[in-house]
């Protein structure tokens, strides 16, 4: 899994429909600007309130709306981790707050093997 940093992202929205990147990232539901009204998507968080963020740009609420808050999302932290040490050249430390081993446990398995962060994992 590759992370993606700002140069990729614009790449990866000019692929053509039916690339496996592009798949993923429409099938997962982000980076959609298709919809043009607070009624033209499913709320499938139930902690949703449109209320809290009228005024918010469509694409942020919908995705807002989308998103399964009782879920962590590893996949997204590793990307995430990974654009970020790409982004800043400077040595340093991310720390990532997770609510048990287990998890903790989980995102060190997934990041170790990658090369990029294997010898400055703290174990």
């Not at 720390?95 to 398995?109: A, D, S």
Request: hydrophobic share 35%.
């Amino acid at each position: 899994m590759r992370g993606y940093g700002r140069g990729d992202l614009k790449a990866l929205h000019q692929k053509k429909a039916g690339t496996k990147d592009k798949a993923l990232l429409v099938g997962a539901g982000w980076g959609d600007a298709h919809a043009e009204e607070e009624n033209s998507f499913e709320i499938l968080n139930p902690y949703y309130d449109p209320d809290e963020y009228r005024g918010w740009e469509i694409q942020v609420r919908r995705n807002l709306a989308r998103v399964n808050e009782d879920r962590i999302d590893f996949e997204v932290l590793e990307k995430l981790i990974a654009c970020i040490d790409k982004l800043y050249e400077e040595e340093g430390s991310i720390l990532v707050f997770l609510p048990g081993m287990g998890e903790i446990n989980q995102l060190y398995g997934m990041l170790s093997p990658r090369s990029q962060f294997n010898s400055t994992l703290i174990g």
